[in-house]
């Protein structure tokens, strides 16, 4: 294995690569494989919620816990593709072989969304949905396996490629590996809704979702193929027999022997895993305590994650309740997500090139682990701007009535105006086709209602934790009508819309979105969801038709009152009412960009060292292995979200992210105190000096055969524990 600068071919780092500007020309195609394969996985996942929806016509609740199972899984399989890795098949292959699992998995996505294949009688649905689903469900599964499978080994195989000597090309290497995730996630989460959005098919044009998983399903075969392009060039580390087997019985074997020496009588030794000494290798001991210290450092790890994943969920629900109105871009609430791989393409490069050297000048040693501990403080006061916006997202919001209350608001329908009279409030003169400007507050329950001159009283009941709509009818002595309306805001940032028809006919409403079907005399549509921007409405009675346009902003309710005296033929702009029940979001998107910079400049802190000091820190047969402990942190940091959020049941959204905000500084605290006492090591050093040693031993046990064997175990134990001590000086 050649390490260093090689003068006669010009090579340096550990393979067969040539080098240019100091790094391994094999590290090109690790990360354009890195690139691929991540905007074949965010691609894939930009999309998967609404093909749930709407292909396989899932509700909500079942697909949103099908996409966090598939998630999570996501996160738990690298355990496994880290293992095969470093004790069986190296990360080569196992790259190789998990990214053919991966593409095939892609495929079946693609194949499942074809809705042709099972739609005999044409018509546009399928006709045989057990066939897609249980082809999408085993693509998912192979995706997962594949995706979550080769995530430890590519990292660590980039990182294998650098020799001893070329730490700083090695730090870079893992910013740029970044940047290419990020690089490809963004742009896949951009592409992939554009592509679903288009229509496609055989027999029948549907939105095209087996176009928006066959991109990604591509990228990962070129990932594949740029992966196998590169093979001449890699430094492929052997796999060193079952290492996980091996490391499990020596961990057992330590507890075992240890509490055999239990009594006072046997001396202490100074690691309980010395205790495996009398069976197991020292070198495999050395290396299990690199593994356990840094293991035992990610304990509080997954905070970090808890809060970062919320971004994704929470983060994007406040959104819905904000205005994304951007001038010339108007950005939809879950486009905000986007921010974040466009702040990581400006901010590492930043911290890599400016803030890091700019530290360093000051004399300042920011370490991996303070590094880790800034990203942590960062995600924290993240957290606290998520809080102050979603106080100024509450002042806007509308009251609606708790369980014991009710609230009514009253529309006249008449062509004349109308004075009403309510219990307890004075007398509301009510103009011709006008509503009430707000909703009055009841006890739920029966109210006297007087209207009209000659005032005629009328009983209505008020329904508990309601609001409704008293249409009165142009004639006062016809029968009340009453409306339903919404207690929350509309869902993903739409506007709720529907119609009350004032006229003698029946009316029939459509936009291009949405059809609010024939609304009879007198009477009201049910709610459809309107995206923001402008809506042209067509009414319709018999032949006869007009059009009516308004623009919608983010989150309000209309009810649109067709006026008795509509012409059809005509314009009939005037003759429609908008009545607001709730108003339009009004708190700006912007706001959250505060929150996003904080977030992901913790990001590039905490992750990016994160993913380099897993590999920098760990035995050179268990890179993977600690690759994988990394991602597991994420994986339990997906679960907190949910036990936390389970548990405490806060009823204030901006109290929640201040509890999530005290919770990371509390275990920040405890991460830079158990940050305090790790000592860096050097692992290849510790390695080169146990087997050394153990050449040594081998030729002194051939010139020394039969010699006291204790005594040699307790010289080579104290001996090796100063090795490894003077490998390990550095403190946090
Ligand atoms: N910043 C994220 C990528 C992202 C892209 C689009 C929306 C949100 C996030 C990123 O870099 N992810 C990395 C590292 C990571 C982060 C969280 C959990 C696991 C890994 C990735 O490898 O995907």
């Given at each position: 294995?050649?390490?260093?600068?090689?003068?006669k071919?010009?090579?340096?780092?550990?393979?067969?690569?040539?080098?240019?500007?100091g790094?391994?020309?094999?590290?090109f195609?690790?990360?354009?494989?890195?690139?691929?394969?991540?905007?074949?996985?965010?691609?894939?996942?930009a999309?998967?919620?609404l093909?749930?929806?709407?292909?396989?016509?899932?509700?909500?609740?079942l697909?949103?816990?099908?996409?966090?199972?598939?998630?999570?899984?996501?996160?738990?399989?690298?355990?496994?593709g880290?293992?095969?890795?470093?004790?069986?098949l190296?990360?080569?292959?196992?790259?190789?072989?998990?990214?053919?699992?991966?593409?095939?998995?892609?495929v079946?996505?693609a194949?499942?969304?074809?809705?042709d294949?099972?739609?005999?009688?044409?018509?546009?649905?399928?006709?045989?949905?057990?066939?897609?689903?249980?082809?999408?469900?085993?693509?998912?599964?192979?995706?997962?396996?594949?995706?979550?499978?080769i995530?430890?080994?590519?990292?660590?195989?980039?990182?294998?490629?650098?020799?001893?000597?070329?730490?700083?090309q090695?730090?870079?290497?893992?910013?740029?590996?970044?940047?290419?995730?990020?690089?490809?996630?963004?742009?896949?989460?951009?592409?992939?809704?554009?592509?679903?959005a288009q229509e496609?098919?055989?027999y029948?044009?549907?939105?095209?979702?087996?176009?928006?998983?066959?991109?990604?399903?591509?990228?990962?075969?070129v990932a594949l193929v740029?992966?196998?392009?590169?093979s001449?060039m890699?430094?492929?580390?052997?796999?060193?027999?079952?290492?996980?087997?091996?490391?499990?019985?020596?961990?057992?074997?330590?507890?075992?022997n240890?509490?055999?020496?239990?009594s006072?009588?046997?001396?202490?030794?100074?690691?309980?895993?010395?205790?495996?000494?009398?069976?197991y290798?020292?070198?495999?001991?050395?290396?299990?305590?690199?593994?356990?210290?840094?293991l035992?450092?990610?304990?509080?790890?997954?905070?970090f994650?808890t809060?970062?994943?919320?971004?994704?969920s929470?983060?994007?629900l406040?959104?819905?309740?904000?205005?994304?109105?951007?001038?010339?871009?108007?950005?939809?609430p879950?486009?905000?997500?986007?921010?974040?791989?466009i702040?990581?393409?400006t901010?590492?490069?930043?911290?890599?090139?400016?803030i890091?050297?700019?530290?360093?000048k000051?004399?300042?040693n920011?370490?991996?682990?303070?590094?880790?501990?800034v990203g942590?403080?960062?995600?924290?006061i993240?957290?606290?701007?998520?809080?102050?916006?979603?106080?100024?997202?509450?002042k806007t919001l509308p009251?609606?009535?708790s369980?014991?209350?009710?609230?009514?608001?009253?529309?006249?329908?008449g062509?004349?105006?109308v004075?009403?009279?309510?219990?307890?409030?004075d007398?509301l003169?009510?103009?011709?086709?006008?509503?009430s400007?707000?909703?009055?507050?009841?006890?739920?329950?029966?109210?006297d209602?007087?209207?009209?001159?000659?005032?005629?009283?009328?009983?209505?009941?008020?329904?508990?934790?309601q609001?409704?709509?008293?249409l009165?009818?142009?004639?006062?002595?016809?029968e009340?009508?009453?409306?339903?309306?919404?207690t929350?805001?509309p869902?993903?940032?739409?506007?709720?819309?529907?119609?009350?028809?004032?006229?003698?006919?029946?009316?029939?409403?459509s936009?291009?979105?949405?059809?609010?079907g024939?609304?009879?005399?007198?009477?009201?549509?049910?709610y459809?969801?309107?995206?923001?921007?402008?809506a042209t409405?067509?009414?319709?009675?018999?032949?006869?038709s007009?059009?009516y346009s308004?623009?919608?902003?983010?989150?309000?309710s209309y009810?649109?009152?067709?006026?008795s005296?509509?012409?059809?033929g005509?314009?009939?702009?005037?003759?429609?009412?908008?009545?607001?029940?709730?108003?339009p979001?009004?708190?700006?998107?912007?706001?959250?960009?505060?929150q996003?910079?904080?977030?992901?400049?913790?990001?590039?802190?905490?992750?990016v060292?994160?993913?380099e000091?897993?590999?920098?820190?760990?035995?050179?047969?268990?890179?993977?292995?600690?690759?994988?402990?990394?991602?597991?942190?994420v994986?339990?940091?997906?679960f907190?979200?949910?036990i936390?959020a389970?548990?405490a049941k806060?009823?204030k959204?901006?109290?929640?992210y201040?509890l999530?905000?005290?919770?990371?500084?509390?275990?920040?605290?405890?991460?830079?105190i158990?940050?305090y006492?790790?000592?860096y090591?050097?692992p290849?050093?510790?390695?080169?000096q146990?087997?050394?040693k153990i050449?040594?031993?081998?030729?002194?046990?051939?010139?020394?055969?039969?010699?006291?064997?204790?005594?040699m175990?307790?010289?080579?134990?104290?001996?090796c524990?100063d090795?490894?001590d003077?490998?390990?000086?550095?403190k946090?």
């Amino acid at each position: 294995m050649a390490d260093k600068e090689d003068p006669k071919n010009g090579k340096m780092g550990k393979g067969k690569s040539k080098v240019v500007c100091g790094y391994p020309l094999s590290i090109f195609f690790i990360v354009v494989n890195e690139f691929c394969e991540r905007f074949s996985y965010y691609g894939m996942r930009a999309v998967l919620v609404l093909y749930f929806k709407y292909f396989l016509r899932w509700d909500d609740d079942l697909a949103t816990s099908i996409y966090h199972t598939f998630v999570a899984l996501c996160y738990l399989t690298p355990i496994l593709g880290a293992i095969v890795a470093d004790s069986w098949l190296g990360k080569f292959k196992t790259i190789i072989y998990l990214s053919i699992v991966y593409a095939v998995g892609q495929v079946a996505m693609a194949v499942s969304a074809i809705h042709d294949i099972t739609d005999s009688d044409r018509d546009g649905t399928p006709d045989s949905m057990t066939f897609h689903i249980v082809l999408s469900m085993v693509g998912l599964f192979l995706i997962a396996l594949g995706t979550g499978g080769i995530k430890p080994c590519v990292a660590a195989f980039g990182g294998d490629q650098f020799g001893e000597h070329q730490d700083r090309q090695r730090r870079t290497f893992f910013s740029v590996f970044y940047l290419c995730i990020n690089g490809g996630s963004l742009l896949s989460t951009i592409i992939t809704p554009v592509l679903r959005a288009q229509e496609c098919g055989i027999y029948s044009k549907q939105k095209c979702y087996s176009l928006a998983f066959g991109v990604p399903a591509a990228l990962m075969v070129v990932a594949l193929v740029v992966f196998i392009i590169g093979s001449g060039m890699y430094y492929k580390a052997e796999p060193q027999g079952n290492i996980m087997l091996d490391v499990c019985k020596c961990i057992g074997f330590a507890i075992k022997n240890r509490y055999r020496h239990r009594s006072k009588q046997y001396p202490k030794r100074q690691h309980w895993m010395d205790w495996a000494e009398e069976k197991y290798d020292k070198l495999l001991i050395a290396q299990i305590k690199m593994v356990l210290k840094v293991l035992f450092l990610y304990i509080p790890l997954p905070m970090f994650w808890t809060l970062f994943d919320q971004k994704g969920s929470r983060w994007t629900l406040q959104a819905t309740t904000m205005d994304g109105n951007f001038g010339a871009l108007v950005i939809q609430p879950d486009q905000m997500q986007t921010v974040n791989p466009i702040l990581i393409l400006t901010l590492v490069p930043i911290m890599d090139s400016l803030i890091y050297p700019l530290i360093k000048k000051c004399g300042l040693n920011f370490t991996p682990l303070k590094r880790m501990t800034v990203g942590m403080l960062l995600a924290a006061i993240a957290f606290v701007c998520a809080a102050l916006v979603q106080i100024q997202i509450d002042k806007t919001l509308p009251t609606f009535p708790s369980t014991s209350q009710s609230q009514l608001k009253l529309l006249n329908m008449g062509s004349n105006s109308v004075t009403v009279k309510l219990p307890g409030n004075d007398a509301l003169i009510l103009p011709a086709a006008q509503a009430s400007n707000d909703y009055y507050m009841f006890q739920a329950g029966q109210i006297d209602i007087s209207f009209g001159n000659p005032e005629m009283t009328k009983p209505v009941t008020l329904g508990s934790g309601q609001r409704q709509t008293l249409l009165i009818p142009s004639t006062l002595s016809d029968e009340l009508q009453m409306t339903n309306d919404l207690t929350s805001k509309p869902q993903e940032g739409n506007n709720a819309i529907r119609f009350v028809n004032g006229m003698k006919t029946a009316v029939n409403v459509s936009t291009a979105a949405a059809d609010f079907g024939l609304i009879e005399p007198f009477y009201y549509s049910n709610y459809s969801q309107i995206k923001n921007g402008k809506a042209t409405f067509t009414l319709r009675s018999g032949s006869q038709s007009c059009e009516y346009s308004t623009n919608f902003g983010f989150g309000s309710s209309y009810t649109f009152f067709i006026h008795s005296t509509l012409v059809f033929g005509s314009n009939c702009q005037d003759s429609v009412t908008a009545v607001e029940d709730i108003k339009p979001n009004s708190v700006h998107m912007a706001l959250q960009i505060p929150q996003y910079f904080f977030i992901t400049a913790g990001e590039v802190m905490f992750s990016v060292t994160g993913l380099e000091f897993s590999y920098s820190q760990a035995p050179s047969n268990m890179k993977a292995v600690l690759q994988a402990g990394w991602l597991f942190t994420v994986a339990i940091g997906n679960f907190i979200v949910l036990i936390v959020a389970e548990l405490a049941k806060i009823p204030k959204q901006w109290a929640e992210y201040v509890l999530f905000a005290s919770l990371l500084v509390a275990v920040c605290v405890i991460f830079s105190i158990m940050a305090y006492f790790y000592t860096y090591i050097d692992p290849t050093e510790i390695e080169a000096q146990f087997k050394k040693k153990i050449n040594e031993d081998d030729e002194d046990d051939k010139s020394k055969p039969g010699k006291a064997e204790v005594e040699m175990v307790k010289r080579d134990s104290i001996k090796c524990h100063d090795e490894y001590d003077k490998a390990t000086q550095t403190k946090m």
